[in-house]
C-alpha cells in the first residue's frame, strides 16, 4: 500500500539502520513490490520470486531494468502463473535461500512453490 517516488534512496528506510542488528531490514520489503526505475536504458522487466533475504538485491537489481516486480509466494493471494502471463516479464528469478524450501507451510497446509 505505499507508493513513493525519488531516488535510490526511496528503497531504504533509514530509521532501521540504527535500530536493528540485521540491517537488511531496512531495503524495502513486502508481499508484492513493484520498482519502475525511469532512468533506466531499456525497457526489460523482471519478477522475482522470493523469500525475505533477498530484500538487498532487490533495490540494487533494479538499477539494471526499467521495470522489476517482486512477489513473496507465501503471502501472495492469487494465481503466480496468471500474474506471468499477463505482466509478461523477460526474466523471471526465484531466489530463496536453500534452507526456505522445505514442502508445506504449516500454517496454510500448501506449498511455498506451488504456482498454480
Given at each position: 500500500g505505499i507508493s513513493n517516488s525519488g531516488?535510490?534512496?526511496?528503497?531504504?528506510?533509514?530509521?532501521?539502520?540504527s535500530r536493528s542488528e540485521n540491517n537488511y531490514h531496512a531495503y524495502m520489503s513486502g508481499t508484492v513490490m513493484h520498482i519502475e526505475n525511469s532512468l533506466a536504458t531499456n525497457d526489460k522487466k523482471i519478477l522475482i520470486l522470493r523469500?525475505?533475504?533477498?530484500n538487498i538485491i532487490i533495490p540494487f537489481l533494479s538499477l539494471a531494468v526499467r521495470h522489476l516486480?517482486?512477489?513473496?509466494?507465501?503471502?501472495?493471494?492469487g494465481s503466480i502463473r496468471n500474474y506471468i502471463e499477463?505482466?509478461?516479464p523477460d526474466l523471471v528469478i526465484v531466489l530463496f535461500n536453500p534452507s526456505y524450501i522445505s514442502g508445506l507451510e504449516h500454517d496454510t497446509q500448501r506449498s511455498t512453490f506451488d504456482f498454480r
Open positions: 531516488d535510490f534512496t526511496v528503497l531504504l528506510d533509514y530509521r532501521k539502520l523469500a525475505s533475504f533477498s516486480d517482486a512477489i513473496h509466494p507465501g503471502g501472495f493471494p499477463q505482466t509478461k
